[in-house]
C-alpha cells in the first residue's frame, strides 16, 4: 500500500480516520463505511471476498474505486466489482490531444454535488467506463474526456447507487499521487467525492484545508 501513503496522510488531516485492511471481511469492513480500492496489477480478490464486498455495498457500505490501466482486462477482481455495479472498466485508454498519457479536461458535469465546484481535472492513464444502467439506478456521469480527447467524450469518473449504498468510480488510481492530487482541482474533486458518499456536508473552510495540506 506504499502508493497510497502521500493519499493517506492527505485524508488524515482532514480529519479523516484510515485503516489498511489486510483482507476484505465482515469483520475489517465493519471499522468503517467507506472502502477505497486503488487497483494495483497484482492485487487479487478471491472470490468470497468478492462476494462479502459487494454485500456490503447493496446493504448500505460505500466503495470509491480507483482504476489502474495496467490492470484492465486482467484485474479481474476489480472488473468483477465494478461491473456488478454497472460500471464496467475497458482496456481503453484516453489519451490527450498529443496523445500523451496526462490528460486536462474540463468537460465536467457541474450539476452534480460532487463536481459543482469542480472546473479542471487532471488524468493519468485514464481508461474508458461502459456504463450498464440496469444493474445500478441511477448512475451518474462526473467526468468525461474533452472533443480533441481520443477518444472524445469517453466516460471517466462517474457515480452510482447500488442497493443501499453508493459507487465512485475514477479511471486513474494516478490521481492520488503525491505530483498529481494537487494538480488543478484534483485533490477537491477527490474529498468533495468522499464527502458525498459518506453522506456528509463539506465544511465551509474545506478549500483552505486542502491548500495548506497541498501547499
Same mark, same amino acid.
Given at each position: @500500500?506504499? *502508493?497510497?501513503?502521500?493519499? $493517506?496522510?492527505?485524508?488524515?488531516?482532514? !480529519?479523516?480516520?484510515?485503516?489498511?485492511?489486510?483482507?476484505?471481511?465482515?469483520?475489517?469492513? /465493519?471499522?468503517?463505511?467507506?472502502?477505497?480500492?486503488?487497483? $494495483?496489477?497484482?492485487e487479487k480478490y478471491t472470490r468470497?471476498?468478492?462476494?462479502?464486498?459487494? #454485500?456490503? %455495498?447493496? =446493504?448500505?457500505?460505500?466503495?470509491?474505486?480507483?482504476?489502474? =490501466?495496467?490492470?484492465? &482486462?486482467?484485474?479481474?477482481?476489480?472488473?468483477?466489482?465494478?461491473?456488478?455495479?454497472g460500471i464496467i472498466p475497458t482496456?481503453?485508454?484516453?489519451?490527450?490531444?498529443?496523445?500523451?498519457?496526462?490528460?486536462?479536461?474540463?468537460?465536467?458535469?457541474?450539476? *452534480? +454535488?460532487?463536481? @459543482?465546484?469542480?472546473?479542471?481535472?487532471?488524468?493519468?492513464?485514464?481508461?474508458?467506463?461502459?456504463?450498464?444502467?440496469?444493474?445500478?439506478?441511477? %448512475?451518474?456521469?462526473?467526468?468525461?474526456?474533452?472533443?480533441?480527447?481520443? &477518444?472524445?467524450? /469517453?466516460?471517466? =469518473?462517474?457515480? /452510482? #447507487?447500488? !442497493?443501499? !449504498?453508493?459507487?465512485?468510480?475514477?479511471?486513474?488510481?494516478?490521481?492520488?499521487?503525491?505530483?498529481?492530487?494537487?494538480?488543478?482541482?484534483? =485533490?477537491?474533486?477527490?474529498?468533495? +467525492? @468522499?464527502?458525498w458518499l459518506l453522506d456528509m456536508?463539506?465544511?465551509?473552510?474545506?478549500?483552505?484545508? %486542502?491548500?495548506?495540506?497541498?501547499?
Open positions: @500500500m506504499f *502508493h497510497l501513503e502521500y493519499f $493517506k496522510s492527505f485524508v488524515e488531516g482532514l !480529519g479523516f480516520r484510515v485503516e489498511f485492511l489486510d483482507r476484505v471481511s465482515s469483520d475489517f469492513l /465493519a471499522k468503517g463505511r467507506l472502502v477505497v480500492i486503488a487497483g $494495483k496489477v497484482f468470497n471476498e468478492r462476494e462479502v464486498l459487494i #454485500r456490503h %455495498i447493496k =446493504a448500505g457500505h460505500r466503495l470509491f474505486v480507483f482504476v489502474d =490501466a495496467e490492470s484492465i &482486462p486482467y484485474f479481474n477482481s476489480l472488473y468483477e466489482i465494478l461491473s456488478d455495479t482496456h481503453i485508454r484516453v489519451l490527450s490531444e498529443n496523445n500523451g498519457g496526462v490528460l486536462i479536461t474540463r468537460n465536467i458535469n457541474k450539476s *452534480h +454535488a460532487i463536481t @459543482m465546484g469542480i472546473d479542471e481535472l487532471v488524468f493519468v492513464d485514464p481508461v474508458k467506463f461502459i456504463l450498464s444502467h440496469k444493474k445500478a439506478s441511477p %448512475i451518474d456521469i462526473l467526468v468525461r474526456s474533452e472533443k480533441n480527447h481520443n &477518444p472524445p467524450n /469517453a466516460v471517466l =469518473a462517474c457515480s /452510482a #447507487r447500488f !442497493g443501499n !449504498g453508493k459507487v465512485v468510480a475514477v479511471s486513474s488510481w494516478k490521481i492520488l499521487q503525491e505530483e498529481y492530487l494537487g494538480e488543478s482541482d484534483n =485533490a477537491l474533486f477527490v474529498i468533495s +467525492a @468522499m464527502y456536508k463539506p465544511p465551509h473552510d474545506l478549500l483552505d484545508k %486542502i491548500r495548506q495540506l497541498i501547499g
